[in-house]
């Protein structure tokens, strides 16, 4: 059972160059997250999908684009990386953004911005 | 806004000890609660939850009661292990179904 899954795990970037973080889940979700953690900040919502074909702004999506490719695949992308940027990434997943059950988490990515 | 709000760490206990770690929310209405829990190296993972008032989630030892008069939702153990030594993240559901994290609490357990 691989549960989400992303791409890269590790990656440096310099100020300007884009990337795009990959996420995949085999779970059959509905819903699918992308948060940042942050020392001391705890995780903040970047941006969400409550399904497929659907893409909604969480808290801090400045720098950002997401793309919900299809109901398994969730991707975030930087188009100019900046030093703020630097975080590790987690994606995740559920079965319906409306249920109160359990978030299910990828292994996170880290990305340093020089 | 919605907003949660966990005691500084770190924490160090030594094997066995008692381990209580504070979490108090701000929310308009009845959210649900949830504690999180991140191993080294790891994702997020459950660790438990309770929806309403004085529901009482429980898992591998751990519990935490949900008490809406005081707005806390304290993570407690009776005894822990060196195993427990991880990053424990105290979260809320709110209306719009978004979780709502606080700043994460680490705990290290010494043998």
């Known amino acids: 059972n691989a549960g989400v899954t992303q791409t890269p795990k590790f990656q440096v970037l310099k100020t300007g160059q884009s990337m795009t973080l990959q996420c995949a889940q085999d779970?059959?979700?509905?819903?699918m997250y992308w948060y940042r953690q942050d020392p001391g900040m705890g995780l903040r919502l970047i941006y969400y999908?409550?399904?497929?074909?659907?893409?909604d702004k969480g808290e801090v999506p400045n720098g950002y684009n997401v793309s919900r490719l299809n109901k398994r695949e969730f991707s975030l992308r930087l188009e100019s990386a900046a030093p703020s940027q630097t975080s590790v990434y987690f994606c995740?997943?559920?079965?319906?953004?409306?249920?109160?059950?359990?978030?299910?988490f990828g292994e996170g990515s880290r990305l340093t911005v020089l | 806004g919605n907003s949660v709000t966990q005691m500084e760490g770190p924490v160090t206990l030594s094997e066995e000890a008692f381990l209580t770690i504070n979490c108090t929310y701000t929310?308009?209405?009845?959210?649900?609660l949830f504690w999180y829990v991140q191993y080294p190296g790891e994702g997020l993972q459950l660790l438990l939850k309770?929806?309403?008032?004085?529901d009482k989630g429980s898992n591998k030892g751990f519990e935490a009661t949900y008490r809406k008069e005081t707005t806390s939702f304290h993570l407690e153990k009776g005894s822990v292990q060196v195993s427990d030594s991880a990053v424990y993240f105290c979260?809320?559901?709110?209306?719009?179904?978004?979780?709502?994290f606080g700043s994460g609490t680490r705990l290290l357990v010494r043998p």
């Open positions: 995740a997943s559920n079965t319906a953004a409306s249920n109160t059950g359990e978030l299910f």
């Open positions: 779970m059959n979700h509905n819903s």
């Open positions: 999908s409550a399904s497929e074909g659907t893409t």
């Open positions: 929310a308009t209405g009845y959210p649900s």
């Open positions: 309770a929806t309403k008032a004085d």
């Open positions: 979260a809320l559901r709110d209306s719009s179904y978004k979780l709502i």
